[in-house]
T-cell receptor
């Protein structure tokens, strides 16, 4: 089945810093989503982005489907951005990466 | 107020007992899903349903069962055959099979 790899596994930032999270996948996909899992376990939809670029406030995402990767950019990070960020891709079924754990320090 | 609800938030059971987790949505979505999350890992698909009275196994269906008698509801039963049932269970729904998925708040199941 399709493999999904996220990097880095852990990231520690100072408040105000920018970051880039990466998601590589091993086969063509029908769709791709980015989620933020908060400390209570709730998965919050960030982007539905099978291809192209989208922006929402301080967050933006780019998926290059032909090269099988997606990037999530977080600018001017805040402590509330802390949590785990998941990439999920849909080929036959939805596959999640292992996540990037982000800690933003004040 | 549209959304996906899961109950209860925490559930404790003795080994050998079956337990049913509830998932309800009022988004009028056709497709519903169950995932399992173990500590420090991503989500894995247990079962999904594209339409009422139809469901398909995901990657880790062994030891679980589901039903889809109503569009709004997709309960998951964790049977005594599931060897390691302690986990965080998340339900999701989408307009259709390949569309954006939305998640409920999850149920943390502990079996001792």
């Amino acid at each position: 089945g399709i493999q999904v790899e996220q990097s880095p596994p852990d990231l520690i930032l100072q408040e105000g810093a920018n970051s880039t999270l990466r998601c590589n996948f091993s086969d063509s996909v029908n769709n791709l989503q980015w989620f933020h899992q908060n400390p209570w376990g709730q998965l919050i939809n960030l982007f539905y982005i099978p291809s192209g670029t989208k922006q929402n406030g301080r967050l933006s995402a780019t998926t290059v489907a032909t090269e099988r990767y997606s990037l999530l950019y977080i600018s001017s990070s805040q402590t509330t951005d802390s949590g785990v960020y998941f990439c999920a891709v849909d080929s036959n079924d939805m596959r999640f990466g292992a996540g990037t754990r982000l800690t933003v320090k004040p | 107020d549209g959304g996906i609800t899961q109950s209860p938030k925490y559930l404790f059971r003795k080994e050998g007992q079956n337990v049913t987790l509830s998932c309800e949505q009022n988004l009028n979505h056709d497709a519903m899903y169950w995932y399992r999350q173990d500590p420090g890992q991503g989500l894995r698909l247990i079962y999904y349903s594209q339409i009422v009275n139809d469901f398909q196994k995901g990657d880790i269906a062994e030891g679980y069962s589901v039903s889809r008698e109503k569009k709004e509801s997709f309960p998951l039963t964790v049977t005594s055959a599931q060897k390691n049932p302690t986990a965080f269970y998340l339900c999701a729904s989408s307009i259709g099979r390949r569309y954006e998925q939305y998640f409920g708040p999850g149920t943390r199941l502990t079996v001792t």
